[in-house]
Nanobody, 128 residues
């Protein structure tokens, strides 16, 4: 059974930090790109960051560049999203998803594919 479990969300003040984790099981983890997505209240889901299966290539959208860092540990089947300098506009439910594609990460990696597996989200709330 494929599982993606996101965790690490919570309530934090603006300027604070959180680290999200996405633990995977049930598929060959290193063969999959992992993306982080978020959905804010009243807004459509948007891609945030993604990382290739071989850990070499990453991409983050402009709104989080310099603040969020995506990484993965294939030995632990886990992807992380380190979020620093959080802003109220980062408030959303964050999801991780898996996509079997081997490519250099780009904006299209977050917008141009149908991710195969999705986890339940974790709530991130940033207070002002």
């Amino acid at each position: 059974e494929v599982q993606l479990q996101a965790s690490g969300g919570g309530l934090v003040q603006a300027g604070g930090s959180l680290r999200l984790s996405c633990a995977a099981s049930g598929f060959t983890f290193a063969d999959y790109t992992i993306g982080w997505f978020r959905r804010a209240p009243g807004k459509e889901r948007e891609g945030v960051s993604c990382i290739s299966g071989n850990e070499i290539s990453t991409y983050s959208v402009n709104s989080v560049k310099g603040r969020f860092t995506i990484s993965r540990d294939n030995a632990k089947n886990t992807v992380y999203l380190q979020m620093n300098s959080l802003k109220p506009e980062d408030t959303a439910v964050y999801y991780c998803a898996a996509l079997r594609v081997l490519a250099t990460m780009s904006p299209a990696t977050l917008t141009g594919y149908e991710y195969e597996y999705w986890g339940h989200g974790t709530q991130v709330t940033v207070s002002s």
